[in-house]
Nanobody, 121 residues
Framework: QVQLVESGGGLVQAGGSLRLSCAASGRSFSDYARGWFRQAPGKEREFVAAVRWSGSTLYADSVKGRFIISRDSAKNTVYLQMNSLKPEDTAVYSC???????????????WGQGTQVTVSS
């Protein structure tokens, strides 16, 4: 079966950095878009970043210039490098895969369980 597993979350002070990883198994996603979403308590899930199979990227305005999404097709893995973290970045971060890159989470077919990122001030 298809499975996506996130790792790399944790506690960090404001201004610090974390790198999230999402390893996929069960099929190759080299021809899929890969995305990251986040959800804070009491809020809707929101788009963070995505990378197309071509390598082009999309970012939410709130993270542009601070976060970098990348992929390693050989490892079937996508990464999210998060720099200059702010307390408002605190959320559960989930990775996903879709045939076409999109900012709407409803366009994604496969999802991981998520990893907690907490940024203290």
């Amino acid at each position: 079966q298809v499975q996506l597993v996130e790792s790399g979350g944790g506690l960090v002070q404001a201004g610090g950095s974390l790198r999230l990883s999402c390893a996929a198994s069960g099929r190759s996603f080299s021809d899929y878009a890969r995305g990251w979403f986040r959800q804070a308590p009491g809020k809707e899930r929101e788009f963070v970043a995505a990378v197309r199979w071509s390598g082009s990227t999309l970012y939410a305005d709130s993270v542009k210039g601070r976060f970098i999404i990348s992929r390693d097709s050989a490892k079937n893995t996508v990464y999210l490098q998060m720099n200059s973290l702010k307390p408002e970045d605190t959320a559960v971060y989930s990775c996903a895969a879709a045939p076409i890159a999109a900012m709407d989470p409803r366009g994604y077919q496969y999802w991981g369980q998520g990893t907690q990122v907490t940024v203290s001030s």
